[in-house]
């Protein structure tokens, strides 16, 4: 069983930082894509973030600039660094995960980002 568990939410002020982590657990080969998406209260769920295995990332409109991934492959780790927050920022955020042979996706609980202005 694919498990993964977001960390590093919380409450910041705008203008402030935050860094999420995302860890798979379980038996798996590896990951093509890795990111992150978020939900906002009554909007639908956005991209983020996600990069390829060899590391090409795609952002978000919103917060190209701002934000950044990488990836731990042998750690099959995530993560997303958020510099400059906003108030319209603040989302539960979620990993996805697509499984590199099977081509599954897995998702994890969320994590709640607070930006206070």
């Known amino acids: 069983q694919v498990q993964l568990v977001e960390s590093g939410g919380g409450l910041v002020q705008a203008g402030g930082s935050l860094r999420l982590s995302c860890a798979a657990s379980?038996?798996?080969?590896?990951?093509?894509?890795m990111g992150w998406y978020r939900q906002a209260p009554g909007k639908e769920r956005e991209l983020v973030a996600t990069?390829?295995?060899?590391?090409?990332?795609i952002y978000g409109d919103s917060v190209k600039g701002r934000f950044t991934i990488s990836r731990d492959n042998a750690k099959k780790t995530v993560y997303l660094q958020m510099n400059s927050l906003k108030p319209e920022d603040t989302a539960v955020y979620y990993c996805?995960?697509?499984?590199?042979?099977?081509?599954?996706?897995?998702w994890g609980k969320g994590s709640l980002v607070t930006v206070s202005s």
């Open positions: 996805k995960a697509v499984a590199r042979i099977s081509g599954t996706n897995y």
């Open positions: 379980g038996s798996i080969n590896g990951f093509n894509t």
């Open positions: 990069a390829t295995s060899g590391g090409v990332a």
